[in-house]
């Protein structure tokens, strides 16, 4: 059984690719989720101003989709974004699970509260 985790990935489409092209690359990229990975969500942002240019283009189509996959696949799919014509920019981050991030600040408090110097000076002290 392969470990899985929870990414977010935002890709900024072209808007010379027109509203078909636009629709088009959406669901290139959703059925390649689907197919390697869990589709969560999609959320299209639309048309948005850029802040700053990009290819000579002052706007960009947004799209946010949330999956699960494995550790290997944002690698191919940034991959895949980078050889797509259309696509201007796109990013893809792991999420922390709230209960891994609450475990992890639970370990940090205990390793601080023991450290091996103070348990030392405490034993000299006595």
Do not use: C
């Not at 946010?64 to 201007?88: C, H, Q, V, W």
């Amino acid at each position: 059984m392969a470990i899985t985790a929870n990414y977010e990935t935002v890709m900024v489409i072209s808007m010379k690719q027109g509203e078909e092209g636009i629709q088009a690359l959406i669901e290139k990229f959703k059925a390649l989720i689907e197919k390697h990975a869990t589709l969560q969500s999609v959320d299209e942002w639309g048309k948005r101003k850029l802040a700053y240019l990009i290819n000579k283009e002052s706007e960009g189509y947004y799209v946010l989709m949330n999956f699960e996959s494995e550790a290997s696949f944002p690698a191919e799919l940034d991959r895949i974004y980078k050889i797509t014509d259309g696509i201007m920019r796109s990013l893809i981050i792991r999420k922390d699970d709230d209960a891994e991030v609450v475990a992890k600040e639970e370990k940090v408090e205990e390793a601080k509260e023991e450290t091996p110097v103070e348990a030392a000076a405490e034993e000299a002290a006595e």
